[in-house]
């Protein structure tokens, strides 16, 4: 396992330690963050994290003051998209880990979610994977799917506005 | 406060029968991790022969695929007797932008959709 880096954030207001539960040890995910509002990095080992990663992200975007709004539907994009990547780790014969890359730059921010398993285009009847990529293309201004040689890394572009992610000092 | 609960994410389903509609509140994260329990407390909610079922998810925290699929589900059951109230954007939002605003009958409040004039009564009737 890497190590697992020390988190340097500057206590971004008063939330961000107090809610969500600290991720239990027996916990996968491991969270990496610069510090400096433009960079999260998420690595989950299973769909069972997702929903800690999720809460992850909200509260760095939150702590980079974007709109409740803009925080919403990143959030749900993001959640869209890792449980896709999930799955297609658990169908790959290893199931690697997930990565959730957030860039910020204002006017722009990135979410890229990255497995080590096989895309496959929805079925005639996709069901609730139909319904997830319907929303982070509703959600995103624009959405890149790349396969790799060993798994898919889709990118989804949005903007924040222009307040989001001003450095407070 | 109480917003530190809701991080938590339990999902809840309360029922309660109204006239011949069934009530069914969510609360909480209706999502892929937590979907296996909130679809075991609608199943058993909706076990009964109510005519209508009012799904009120107004304190639901966090909405996804999972959900929408539950809903679509329990629209298929029984057509045009499934009264969805979302008057918050975060089960909103999941709604309305896969389009399923258009499928499903829609209203603000619980009140509004027990009320005898509603799309969806009208349906019962034919």
Redesign the interface.
């Known amino acids: 396992m890497g190590s697992s880096p020390a988190m340097p954030e500057p206590e971004p207001g008063s939330r961000h330690r107090d809610d969500g539960p600290p991720p239990s040890p027996a916990s996968g995910l491991v969270v990496t963050d610069l510090g400096d509002g433009t960079t999260l990095h998420l690595r989950i080992a299973g769909l069972p994290e997702i929903a800690d990663a999720r809460r992850r992200l909200h509260a760095w975007l939150t702590a980079a003051q974007l709109g409740s709004d803009h925080v919403d539907d990143v959030v749900l994009a993001a959640q869209e998209l890792l449980v896709n990547a999930a799955e297609h780790a658990y169908r790959a014969h290893d199931s690697g880990p997930v990565h959730l890359l957030a860039r910020l730059s204002p006017p722009r921010l990135t979410v890229t979610v990255t497995d080590t398993g096989s895309w496959q285009a929805p079925a005639p009847d996709p069901g609730h994977r139909g319904h997830g990529l319907t929303m982070v293309r509703a959600l995103a201004d624009s959405v890149d799917i790349t396969s790799l040689s060993a798994g898919t890394r889709v990118t989804a572009t949005f903007t924040t506005g222009p307040r989001a992610g001003q450095a407070a000092g | 406060v109480s917003?530190?609960d809701n991080?938590?994410?339990t999902p809840w389903v309360t029922a309660k029968r109204v006239g011949a509609a069934l009530v069914l509140a969510v609360g909480g994260?209706v999502?892929?991790?937590?979907i296996p329990e909130v679809r075991a407390g609608v199943a058993k909610a909706t076990a009964g022969d109510a005519q209508v079922v009012v799904l009120d998810l107004s304190a639901v925290t966090?909405l996804?695929?999972?959900g929408?699929?539950l809903m679509v589900n329990l629209h298929v059951e029984r057509p045009g007797r499934l009264r969805v109230v979302a008057p918050m954007?975060?089960a909103r939002?999941?709604i309305e932008?896969?389009?399923?605003d258009q499928v499903l009958t829609m209203f603000d409040t619980v009140t509004d959709a027990l009320a005898p004039g509603s799309p969806a009564l009208k349906g019962v009737d034919g």
């Open positions: 917003a530190a991080l938590d994410g994260d999502d892929h991790a937590t966090f996804d695929s999972a929408l699929a954007p975060i939002r999941p932008l896969t389009g399923l």
